[in-house]
């Protein structure tokens, strides 16, 4: 089992950065991790994904170049860096832990977060 713990959301006006906070109960680096959203009215969607044992990541296109995912083994965190917000961004924000090697669909992701509120105010 693998508990996750998200934090860092709030409210922020369009074109500010946020960096959520995900507190993992394993080292992240053994498990591959990723971001997910879902924002009013939508489904969830995968926002990106960190490949467990390597440095690898992989962002959806609505993220790519805006968005940064890390992880600091040492605190037990993975982190989302959000820059040049805009208002579609503002959803609820979740973690999630995978026992697959690469996955970025939601059914593929094992254990997860309560999730944390960003809005992004225009």
């Known amino acids: 089992q693998v508990q996750l713990e998200e934090s860092g959301g709030g409210l922020v006006p369009a074109g500010g950065s946020l960096r959520l906070s995900c507190a993992v109960s394993k080292r992240p680096v053994t498990h591959t991790m990723g971001w997910f959203r879902q924002g009013p009215g939508k489904e969830r969607e995968f926002v990106g994904t960190i490949v467990r044992y390597t440095d690898n990541t992989y962002y959806s296109d609505s993220v790519k170049g805006r968005f940064t995912i890390s992880r600091d083994n040492a605190k037990n965190t993975m982190y989302l860096q959000m820059d040049n917000l805009k208002p579609e961004d503002t959803a609820v924000y979740y973690c999630?832990?995978?026992?697959?090697?690469?996955?970025?669909?939601?059914?593929?992701?094992?254990?997860w977060g309560q999730g944390t509120q960003v809005t992004v105010s225009s």
């Open positions: 999630a832990a995978s026992l697959s090697l690469l996955a970025r669909k939601e059914e593929e992701y094992n254990f």
